[in-house]
């Protein structure tokens, strides 16, 4: 059955689109490899909060670009990690900065691959937990299919850790982000053609086509409990990583949010989804 719109090609569109913007992003100063090559750590600290300890834990994270999150949590102790995404280049990258920090294929692996297709692709057939998100579900044209792989990838009594931009954004003005403009519930593939990436909106690119969804917090939580996990918490925080919309202002910690004088609304959301131990 055939749940979604949007056109046929958009797997080979995105990953031409992301292929491209790999090594971009490993030269960008938004990722600073050499900042990571020293701290080793780029995880944000609500994200380490609720995930708790992952020492001796195995960790396969889900649409992990080039390694950054995935490298650290080994970091921090996880005993394996997998990284998964459907770009070779963002794999050969992540495989380099592995061998690079020293991490041998039992401490870290890299595997390319479609996310639908990563029961069959991974190492082993399930993980203490499954990380994904920052960026990762608007590119899933399917979220039911999305959360029957993330459950069976989940060891019982393991946990599905996804933190992501809330689709309330979606709806709202980009300059204002105070103006509701777009449908919330849209399910239609939304296809765009912008050049240049979020590291660097000047750079000059040639495969510019994107095909992303948006997903209710409704339709996400629905189909990991539609898929048997149960939700332990769902968060939402007031603050986002970039400059979503115009009026939003960057604080110390690094985050952005909306003007003080301005009511809140949620900009990021996390969610931990339990596979039962039985
Ligand atoms: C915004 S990035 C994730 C961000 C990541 N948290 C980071 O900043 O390093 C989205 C990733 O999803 C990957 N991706 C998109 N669609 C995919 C699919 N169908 N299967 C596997 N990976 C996919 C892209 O290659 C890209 O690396």
Redesign the pocket.
């Known amino acids: 059955m055939r749940r979604h719109t949007g056109p046929d090609d958009w797997?080979e569109t995105?990953?031409a689109r992301?292929d491209e913007r790999v090594a971009i992003h490993t030269a960008s100063d938004y990722y600073d490899q050499e900042r990571f090559r020293r701290e080793r750590d780029v995880l944000r600290d609500f994200e380490i909060a609720e995930v708790g300890d992952v020492t001796g834990r195995t960790l396969l994270h889900l649409?992990?670009?080039?390694g950054?999150?995935t490298l650290s949590w080994a970091h921090r102790g996880a005993a394996h990690v997998v990284g998964?995404?459907?770009?070779e280049p963002?794999i050969e990258a992540a495989r380099d900065m592995a061998a690079e920090l020293g991490y041998g294929p039992e401490r870290a692996s890299f595997v390319a691959?479609?996310?639908?297709d990563a029961a069959e692709a991974v190492p082993d057939s399930s993980y203490d937990i499954v990380y994904t998100?920052?960026?990762?579900l608007n590119?899933?044209p399917d979220l039911v299919r999305w959360a029957e792989t993330v459950a069976s990838l989940v060891a019982p009594g393991g946990f599905l850790y996804l933190a992501e931009f809330h689709p309330l954004c979606d709806a709202l003005d980009d300059e204002t982000g105070s103006r509701i403009a777009h449908d919330y519930f849209s399910r239609e593939a939304w296809v765009d053609e912008t050049p240049g990436t979020y590291t660097d909106l000047d750079a000059p690119t040639v495969n510019n086509r994107s095909v992303e969804w948006q997903h209710s917090l409704g339709d996400v939580v629905s189909a990991l409990a539609g898929a048997g996990l149960r939700i332990d918490f769902l968060h939402e925080h007031d603050m986002t990583m970039f400059q979503r919309f115009g009026a939003l202002r960057r604080g110390d910690d690094g985050y952005y949010r909306l003007p003080g004088d301005r009511p809140r609304i949620p900009l990021m959301y996390s969610l931990k989804a339990t596979r039962p131990a039985s």
């Open positions: 797997r995105n990953r992301w649409q992990c670009h080039f950054q999150d998964l995404d459907f770009s963002a691959a479609d996310v639908y998100g920052i960026g990762a590119w899933l």
